[in-house]
C-alpha cells in the first residue's frame, strides 16, 4: 500500500489530476445517510438490477438509492481506473469501494464490473454474472453513461461526441475560477457543429447503446417478467438550451427519448415490461462541469433556490419509487418521468434569468451561491468534504471489489 498525504487536489481548471481516497469515502457514506430509508424494509432477496454507469453523478445516486430504498441487488458497471506511482486512482474507483462496503453492511449481493460498458465483451460478462450468481433474471436496468467517445462493438468505429450548438454558432456566459480560486465571468462563443459532428454525437451519447443492451440480454433470456429499465437525461433551462438541449447533447438526447419509445413498445410485448427516460434536475457532476454555461446557470440556480435545491439522491429514490411502484409512474406527454419540475417552474427560471443576465465578475458572489458551488467540484473528487483530516496520510492503493488487497 502507498500512504500520500493529499492535502490539495492538482488541477486544470474543472479537471482534477488527484482524488482523495477518504474525501471520495466520505462523500458515499454522506450520500447513504441522505437515503430516506423505507417506510418497510425491503427483503434480502430484493430486486435484481443493472446500474451502467455506477460510479458518478445520477449513476451513483441511482446504485446508493436503489441499494438502501429499493433493496436491490445485482451489478454495477463503469470504466475507472487505479492508482499508479505517479497518481491517486479515478475518483470513480474510490467511490466504487466505497459504495461495495455500505452495500456488504446493508446485506446487499451486489457486484462491480470494471469495463468498457459499449464493448460486447462486458455485455458477456454481466450476462454471465446474472445466471451464475442472480438465477438468470433482471428486472430492473439504470442506464446512465457520459462518454466521450464509443467504438461500435460491430464495426469497430470510434466515433467521438463534441459540444457545439447547432445551425450558427453560440455565444454563451460562463463561469470559470483561476487557481486560487478567484471567480470569473466571460463569455464564450462555440462554433457550429458540421453534420458529422451531430452523427458521432449521437452514436456516443443517444440510444444505440442501450438498446444494444436491452438486446444483449433479452436474447438470452435474461429479462424478468415486468422487467423495467430507465436512460437518465437532462432537459435544462432556455439559458442554457444553445449549446445543450438545441446542441449536439441535445440531439443525443431526442434520440435516447426515441429510443425509450422503440424499446417501451418491444418490453411491453416481450415481457410485459416498460421503457422511459428519467428527466433529471440540474446538479453538479463531472459531465455538466465540461459544458460551456452549466457552471453559471447551476451556480445561480443555487443562489435562488438555496437549500431547497433537490440532490441526486432525493431525486433518484424517487424514479425507484415509481419504478418499483411505491408510487405511480408520473409521465409526461412524452412519456417521460420528469424529476425536474422544482427546477423548471417559471418562479425559479425567472430568477435565475434575471441574476444571469445581471452577472458581471464584481457581483457574482452575491447572485450564486460560490461557496456550495466551489465545494461541489472538490467533492466530486473526494476534497471539500467535512470531517475528513487532509493532513493524515491515507492508502491510494485501494482495491477493486471482489480482489484481494
Same mark, same amino acid.
Given at each position: 500500500?502507498? @500512504?500520500?498525504?493529499?492535502?490539495?487536489?492538482?488541477?486544470?481548471?474543472?479537471?482534477?489530476?488527484?482524488?482523495?481516497?477518504?474525501?471520495?469515502?466520505?462523500?458515499?457514506?454522506?450520500?447513504?445517510?441522505?437515503?430516506?430509508?423505507?417506510?418497510?424494509?425491503?427483503?434480502?432477496?430484493?430486486?435484481?438490477? +443493472?446500474? &451502467?454507469?455506477?460510479?458518478?453523478?445520477?449513476?451513483?445516486?441511482?446504485?446508493?438509492?436503489?441499494?438502501?430504498?429499493?433493496?436491490?441487488?445485482?451489478?454495477?458497471?463503469?470504466?475507472?481506473?487505479?492508482?499508479?506511482?505517479?497518481?491517486?486512482?479515478?475518483?470513480?474507483?474510490?467511490?466504487?469501494?466505497?459504495?461495495?462496503?455500505?452495500?456488504?453492511?446493508?446485506?446487499?449481493? *451486489?457486484?462491480?464490473?470494471?469495463?468498457?460498458? *459499449?464493448?460486447?465483451? +462486458?455485455?458477456?460478462?454481466?450476462?454471465?454474472?446474472?445466471?451464475?450468481?442472480?438465477?438468470?433474471?433482471?428486472?430492473? +436496468?439504470?442506464?446512465?453513461?457520459?462518454?466521450?467517445?464509443?467504438?461500435?462493438?460491430?464495426?469497430?468505429?470510434?466515433?467521438?461526441?463534441?459540444?457545439?450548438?447547432?445551425?450558427?454558432?453560440?455565444?454563451?456566459?460562463?463561469?470559470? *475560477?483561476? @487557481?486560487?480560486?478567484?471567480?470569473? $465571468?466571460?463569455?464564450?462563443?462555440?462554433?457550429?457543429?458540421?453534420?458529422?459532428?451531430?452523427?458521432?454525437?449521437?452514436?456516443?451519447?443517444?440510444?444505440?447503446?442501450?438498446?444494444?443492451?436491452?438486446?444483449?440480454?433479452?436474447?438470452?433470456?435474461?429479462?424478468?417478467?415486468?422487467?423495467?429499465?430507465?436512460?437518465?437525461?437532462?432537459?435544462?433551462?432556455?439559458?442554457?438550451?444553445?449549446?445543450?438541449?438545441?446542441?449536439?447533447?441535445?440531439?443525443?438526447?431526442?434520440?435516447?427519448?426515441?429510443?425509450?419509445?422503440?424499446?417501451?413498445?418491444?418490453?411491453?410485448?416481450?415481457?410485459?415490461?416498460?421503457?422511459?427516460?428519467?428527466?433529471?434536475?440540474?446538479? $453538479?457532476?463531472?459531465?455538466?462541469?465540461? &459544458?460551456?454555461? &452549466?457552471?453559471?446557470?447551476?451556480?445561480?440556480?443555487?443562489? $435562488?433556490?438555496?437549500?431547497?435545491?433537490?440532490?441526486?439522491?432525493?431525486?433518484?429514490? @424517487?424514479?425507484?419509487?415509481?419504478?418499483?411502484?411505491?408510487?405511480?409512474?408520473?409521465?409526461?406527454?412524452?412519456?417521460?418521468?420528469?424529476?425536474?419540475?422544482?427546477?423548471?417552474?417559471?418562479?425559479?427560471?425567472?430568477?435565475?434569468?434575471?441574476?444571469?443576465?445581471?452577472?458581471?465578475?464584481?457581483?457574482?458572489?452575491?447572485?450564486?451561491?460560490?461557496?456550495?458551488?466551489?465545494?461541489?467540484?472538490?467533492?466530486?473528487?473526494?476534497?471539500?468534504?467535512?470531517?475528513?483530516?487532509?493532513?493524515?496520510? $491515507?492508502?491510494?492503493?485501494?482495491?477493486?471489489?471482489?480482489?484481494?488487497?
Amino acid at each position: 500500500m502507498t @500512504d500520500r498525504v493529499i492535502d490539495r487536489p492538482r488541477s486544470r481548471g474543472f479537471l482534477f489530476l488527484d482524488s482523495h481516497p477518504a474525501g471520495c469515502r466520505q462523500l458515499v457514506s454522506d450520500m447513504w445517510e441522505a437515503v430516506a430509508a423505507p417506510t418497510v424494509s425491503p427483503p434480502a432477496d430484493g430486486p435484481v438490477a +443493472l446500474v &451502467i454507469g455506477s460510479s458518478a453523478g445520477y449513476g451513483l445516486a441511482a446504485t446508493l438509492a436503489g441499494l438502501k430504498r429499493a433493496g436491490i441487488r445485482g451489478i454495477g458497471v463503469c470504466f475507472e481506473k487505479p492508482a499508479t506511482a505517479r497518481r491517486t486512482a479515478t475518483a470513480g474507483w474510490y467511490r466504487t469501494a466505497a459504495t461495495a462496503e455500505l452495500a456488504r453492511a446493508a446485506g446487499r449481493d *451486489f457486484v462491480f464490473l470494471n469495463g468498457d460498458a *459499449f464493448s460486447d465483451a +462486458l455485455k458477456d460478462q454481466v450476462a454471465e454474472v446474472l445466471v451464475e450468481r442472480f438465477g438468470g433474471r433482471l428486472d430492473y +436496468l439504470i442506464y446512465s453513461v457520459a462518454a466521450p467517445r464509443r467504438t461500435d462493438p460491430e464495426t469497430g468505429t470510434t466515433y467521438a461526441s463534441v459540444l457545439r450548438p447547432i445551425g450558427a454558432a453560440s455565444r454563451t456566459r460562463t463561469l470559470a *475560477f483561476d @487557481d486560487a480560486g478567484a471567480p470569473e $465571468v466571460k463569455e464564450v462563443e462555440t462554433a457550429p457543429a458540421a453534420e458529422d459532428d451531430i452523427a458521432q454525437t449521437v452514436a456516443v451519447m443517444g440510444g444505440a447503446d442501450w438498446e444494444r443492451w436491452i438486446e444483449h440480454l433479452a436474447d438470452r433470456g435474461l429479462l424478468a417478467d415486468g422487467f423495467a429499465t430507465a436512460a437518465l437525461s437532462y432537459i435544462g433551462s432556455s439559458l442554457t438550451e444553445a449549446i445543450y438541449r438545441k446542441g449536439t447533447i441535445g440531439a443525443a438526447k431526442a434520440h435516447l427519448e426515441a429510443t425509450a419509445r422503440t424499446l417501451d413498445k418491444r418490453l411491453s410485448e416481450l415481457v410485459g415490461g416498460r421503457a422511459v427516460t428519467s428527466v433529471n434536475g440540474a446538479a $453538479v457532476t463531472q459531465s455538466s462541469t465540461a &459544458i460551456p454555461g &452549466i457552471a453559471l446557470y447551476v451556480g445561480l440556480l443555487r443562489g $435562488v433556490l438555496g437549500a431547497q435545491m433537490v440532490p441526486p439522491t432525493a431525486q433518484l429514490s @424517487d424514479l425507484w419509487d415509481q419504478l418499483t411502484g411505491v408510487r405511480p409512474l408520473a409521465l409526461d406527454g412524452e412519456g417521460r418521468i420528469r424529476l425536474d419540475t422544482w427546477e423548471l417552474t417559471d418562479e425559479v427560471q425567472a430568477a435565475v434569468g434575471e441574476r444571469w443576465r445581471a452577472a458581471t465578475t464584481r457581483n457574482i458572489g452575491q447572485l450564486a451561491d460560490l461557496d456550495w458551488f466551489h465545494g461541489e467540484v472538490h467533492r466530486l473528487y473526494g476534497f471539500a468534504v467535512p470531517g475528513v483530516d487532509y493532513a493524515a496520510p $491515507v492508502a491510494t492503493e485501494v482495491p477493486w471489489p471482489g480482489q484481494p488487497a
